[in-house]
C-alpha cells in the first residue's frame, strides 16, 4: 500500500504520546509513594498544603518566575505560555528534558497551655519529584507535558501525642500530568495552556478516645464512659481511613507578553480540581487493661476485662467498629499568579510575583462510612491566601548563574481550626541557589530554601468529641511551631 501523506506526522504524535506515558511511568517508579499515601509530598513548604517547588531554577528565586521561566520545562507550571516565546526556549524545533526533586525536611512541635511537656513532629525527610518535556513545533509553537506535585500533606506525630485523637500519621498528594501547547501570535505575545488529569491519594490515622464514646447501655443514652471514671485520653481503637486513586480534572493556561525591551508580563491560572475519594476504613483494638466497676451499666461482674467487652460489643462482627468502606472529598484550589521580570541590567533580572490561591474551596471534610452512625464533618473553613514572590539571578560567568530570593505568604487556615493535621502559620522564606551549563545543552540547578514560620495558637483535638458543634478558639490549648530546609536539584537536558 501506498505511504500516505500523513503518516510522518502521525509517527511523530505516536512517538510523542510514548514518550509521555514513559516520562509519568519513569516518574512515578522513581520518585513517587513508596507506602501509600501518608509517605507522599511532605507539605507545608507554601500556604495550606500547596508545594511550589517545581524545579531548583525557580526554587532559587523564590518561585518567581510566571514573567520568565526557566529554560528547564519547568514553564509547564510556571506558565504555559512561556513554551515559545524568546527569551526561554530559543530552539524552535528542539527538545527540553527537566526532571529532579525538592527534599523536604521538616521540624516543629506543640507546647501545651498547661506547661506539659512539649511533643515533637516526626516527620521524614521526604522527596517531591517534577518531570517536564518540551518540544518546538516550529517558529512559534510549542507543545509540552508535565508530571508535577503541586498541593500534598504528611504530617506525623507520636501516637502517644493528645492530636493523635485528631490524626497522628495523616497524608494527602495530588499528582498533576498536564499536556500543554503553547502559540506566539505575535512577537513578544504568547499564549498557552493545556487540561489537567490529577490523581489523588489521601490517609488519614486517628487514635480514639474511650473518655468520649457513650456507653449504649442503661438508662442514660448520652452516658460516656468518660462519666464513668474513664480519664480523658485513654485510647481503645486506632483507625485507619485510606482512599486512593481519586481522578479529577481541570485546566491550566497562561499568556506572557514584552513590555519594551527590558520587562515581561506574565500572567497564569490554574483550575480548582475536586477529587472524590473511595476507600477503606480499618479499625483497631487497643488494649486499655481495665476492669469493670461493681454495678456498672452492663450488668456484668465487678472486674470483668473492659477490653473483653469491648472486643465482643464494639469491635465483633456485629460492632460499630468493623472494617468497612468510606468516601471522602477534597478540593484542590485554584491558582492566580501575576508577575513581572525587569532586566537591570545585562545578567542581571529582578522578578516578582503575587499569587492567589482559593483555598476557601476546602471548608470541610466530609467522611461518609457504610454505617452512617459513623458519619463525621471536620471543619476546616479555610481561607484564600496571597503570596509575594521576590527573586534575582545574576549571571556571574559565562556557564554560571546565581540567584536569591525572598517570599511571604499568609495562612490559610483560620484561628478555630489550626489543628494537627496542619499547624500552618504566615510564612517567611529565603531561598539561595545556583545554575551550571556544564556542557552544551545540559544545566544542572541547585537550590536551598529556608521557611520560617510565626508561632501559632492551635488545638490537639479537631472537636470536643461529643457535640460536634462549630470550631471556636476556646478548644485551642497550646502553641504550634514550625520550620523546614528545603533542598533541590534539577537537571535539564535540550536538544536541538
Given at each position: 500500500?501506498a505511504?500516505?501523506?500523513?503518516?510522518?506526522?502521525?509517527?511523530?504524535?505516536?512517538?510523542?504520546l510514548r514518550?509521555?506515558?514513559?516520562?509519568?511511568?519513569a516518574?512515578?517508579?522513581?520518585?513517587?509513594?513508596?507506602?501509600?499515601?501518608?509517605?507522599?509530598?511532605?507539605?507545608?513548604?507554601?500556604?495550606?498544603?500547596g508545594?511550589?517547588?517545581?524545579?531548583?531554577?525557580?526554587?532559587?528565586?523564590?518561585?518567581?518566575?510566571?514573567?520568565?521561566?526557566?529554560?528547564?520545562?519547568?514553564a509547564?507550571?510556571?506558565?504555559?505560555?512561556a513554551?515559545?516565546?524568546?527569551?526561554?526556549?530559543?530552539?524552535?524545533?528542539?527538545?527540553?528534558?527537566?526532571?529532579g526533586?525538592?527534599?523536604?525536611?521538616?521540624?516543629?512541635?506543640?507546647?501545651?497551655?498547661?506547661?506539659?511537656?512539649?511533643?515533637?513532629l516526626?516527620?521524614?525527610?521526604?522527596?517531591?519529584?517534577?518531570?517536564?518535556?518540551?518540544?518546538?513545533?516550529?517558529?512559534?509553537?510549542?507543545?509540552?507535558?508535565?508530571?508535577?506535585?503541586?498541593?500534598?500533606?504528611?504530617s506525623?506525630?507520636?501516637?502517644?501525642?493528645?492530636?493523635?485523637?485528631?490524626g497522628?500519621?495523616?497524608?494527602?498528594?495530588s499528582?498533576?500530568?498536564?499536556p500543554?501547547?503553547?502559540?506566539?501570535?505575535?512577537?513578544?505575545?504568547s499564549?498557552?495552556?493545556?487540561?489537567?488529569?490529577?490523581?489523588?491519594g489521601?490517609?488519614?490515622n486517628?487514635?480514639?478516645?474511650?473518655?468520649?464514646?457513650?456507653?449504649?447501655?442503661?438508662?442514660?443514652?448520652?452516658?460516656?464512659?468518660g462519666?464513668?471514671?474513664?480519664?480523658?485520653?485513654?485510647?481503645?481503637?486506632?483507625?485507619?481511613?485510606?482512599?486512593?486513586?481519586?481522578?479529577?480534572?481541570?485546566a491550566?493556561?497562561?499568556?506572557?507578553?514584552?513590555?519594551?525591551?527590558?520587562?515581561?508580563?506574565?500572567?497564569?491560572?490554574?483550575?480548582?480540581?475536586?477529587?472524590?475519594?473511595?476507600?477503606?476504613?480499618?479499625?483497631?483494638?487497643?488494649?486499655?487493661?481495665?476492669?469493670?466497676?461493681?454495678?456498672?451499666?452492663?450488668?456484668?461482674?465487678?472486674?470483668?476485662?473492659?477490653?473483653?467487652?469491648?472486643?465482643?460489643?464494639?469491635?465483633?462482627?456485629?460492632?460499630?467498629l468493623?472494617?468497612?468502606?468510606?468516601?471522602t472529598?477534597?478540593?484542590?484550589?485554584?491558582?492566580?499568579?501575576?508577575?513581572?521580570?525587569?532586566?537591570?541590567?545585562?545578567g542581571?533580572?529582578?522578578?516578582?510575583?503575587?499569587?492567589?490561591?482559593?483555598?476557601?474551596?476546602?471548608d470541610?471534610?466530609?467522611?461518609?462510612?457504610e454505617?452512617?452512625?459513623?458519619n463525621?464533618?471536620?471543619?476546616?473553613?479555610?481561607?484564600?491566601?496571597?503570596?509575594?514572590?521576590?527573586?534575582?539571578?545574576?549571571?556571574?560567568?559565562?556557564?554560571?548563574?546565581?540567584?536569591?530570593?525572598?517570599?511571604?505568604?499568609?495562612?490559610?487556615?483560620?484561628?478555630?481550626?489550626?489543628?494537627?493535621?496542619?499547624?500552618?502559620s504566615d510564612?517567611?522564606?529565603?531561598?539561595?541557589?545556583?545554575?551550571w551549563?556544564?556542557?552544551?545543552?545540559?544545566?544542572?540547578?541547585?537550590?536551598?530554601?529556608?521557611?520560617?514560620?510565626?508561632?501559632?495558637?492551635?488545638?490537639?483535638?479537631?472537636?470536643?468529641?461529643?457535640t460536634?458543634?462549630?470550631?471556636?478558639?476556646?478548644?485551642?490549648?497550646?502553641?504550634?511551631?514550625?520550620?523546614?530546609?528545603?533542598?533541590?536539584?534539577?537537571?535539564s537536558v535540550?536538544?536541538?
Amino acid at each position: 500500500m501506498a505511504s500516505s501523506s500523513h503518516e510522518p506526522a502521525r509517527s511523530r504524535v505516536t512517538h510523542l504520546l510514548r514518550l509521555a506515558v514513559f516520562a509519568v511511568a519513569a516518574t512515578l517508579l522513581l520518585f513517587g509513594p513508596r507506602a501509600g499515601p501518608a509517605s507522599g509530598p511532605a507539605a507545608l513548604s507554601a500556604q495550606g498544603f500547596g508545594v511550589y517547588e517545581q524545579g531548583a531554577c525557580a526554587m532559587a528565586r523564590a518561585g518567581a518566575s510566571v514573567a520568565r521561566p526557566c529554560a528547564d520545562g519547568s514553564a509547564l507550571f510556571f506558565n504555559p505560555a512561556a513554551l515559545t516565546g524568546t527569551g526561554v526556549h530559543d530552539t524552535p524545533t528542539g527538545w527540553t528534558f527537566g526532571a529532579g526533586g525538592t527534599l523536604i525536611a521538616v521540624s516543629g512541635g506543640f507546647q501545651p497551655a498547661d506547661g506539659a511537656p512539649r511533643t515533637e513532629l516526626d516527620n521524614d525527610p521526604i522527596p517531591v519529584p517534577h518531570f517536564f518535556v518540551r518540544k518546538g513545533l516550529g517558529e512559534n509553537l510549542a507543545a509540552g507535558l508535565g508530571v508535577y506535585v503541586p498541593y500534598g500533606l504528611s504530617s506525623r506525630w507520636p501516637a502517644e501525642f493528645d492530636g493523635a485523637f485528631s490524626g497522628f500519621d495523616n497524608g494527602l498528594e495530588s499528582i498533576y500530568i498536564q499536556p500543554t501547547l503553547a502559540w506566539e501570535p505575535r512577537s513578544g505575545l504568547s499564549i498557552g495552556g493545556g487540561p489537567v488529569v490529577v490523581v489523588g491519594g489521601v490517609e488519614l490515622n486517628q487514635r480514639l478516645d474511650l473518655s468520649e464514646q457513650r456507653v449504649g447501655q442503661g438508662d442514660d443514652p448520652d452516658l460516656t464512659f468518660g462519666q464513668l471514671g474513664i480519664p480523658r485520653g485513654t485510647p481503645f481503637g486506632e483507625v485507619r481511613l485510606e482512599g486512593s486513586g481519586a481522578t479529577g480534572f481541570g485546566a491550566h493556561v497562561g499568556l506572557r507578553a514584552h513590555l519594551g525591551d527590558r520587562v515581561e508580563l506574565g500572567l497564569r491560572y490554574l483550575t480548582e480540581v475536586g477529587l472524590d475519594y473511595e476507600g477503606d476504613a480499618r479499625f483497631t483494638q487497643v488494649e486499655t487493661g481495665r476492669t469493670l466497676a461493681p454495678n456498672n451499666p452492663f450488668g456484668l461482674p465487678g472486674g470483668t476485662p473492659l477490653d473483653l467487652v469491648l472486643q465482643q460489643a464494639v469491635f465483633g462482627s456485629d460492632g460499630l467498629l468493623v472494617d468497612q468502606g468510606v468516601t471522602t472529598a477534597a478540593d484542590m484550589p485554584a491558582q492566580a499568579v501575576a508577575g513581572l521580570a525587569v532586566d537591570v541590567r545585562p545578567g542581571l533580572t529582578v522578578h516578582s510575583d503575587l499569587q492567589w490561591t482559593g483555598w476557601s474551596s476546602f471548608d470541610e471534610i466530609e467522611l461518609e462510612f457504610e454505617n452512617p452512625e459513623l458519619n463525621e464533618t471536620i471543619v476546616q473553613n479555610y481561607d484564600d491566601t496571597w503570596a509575594i514572590r521576590v527573586g534575582a539571578e545574576a549571571r556571574v560567568a559565562p556557564d554560571w548563574t546565581v540567584s536569591a530570593g525572598y517570599l511571604h505568604n499568609t495562612a490559610a487556615a483560620p484561628a478555630e481550626t489550626v489543628t494537627p493535621l496542619l499547624p500552618e502559620s504566615d510564612r517567611n522564606h529565603i531561598t539561595l541557589g545556583a545554575g551550571w551549563q556544564f556542557r552544551d545543552g545540559v544545566r544542572v540547578d541547585a537550590a536551598y530554601q529556608r521557611l520560617m514560620q510565626n508561632d501559632r495558637t492551635g488545638r490537639t483535638r479537631s472537636s470536643d468529641g461529643l457535640t460536634g458543634g462549630p470550631p471556636t478558639t476556646d478548644l485551642n490549648n497550646g502553641l504550634y511551631d514550625f520550620g523546614a530546609h528545603l533542598l533541590g536539584l534539577s537537571l535539564s537536558v535540550e536538544v536541538r
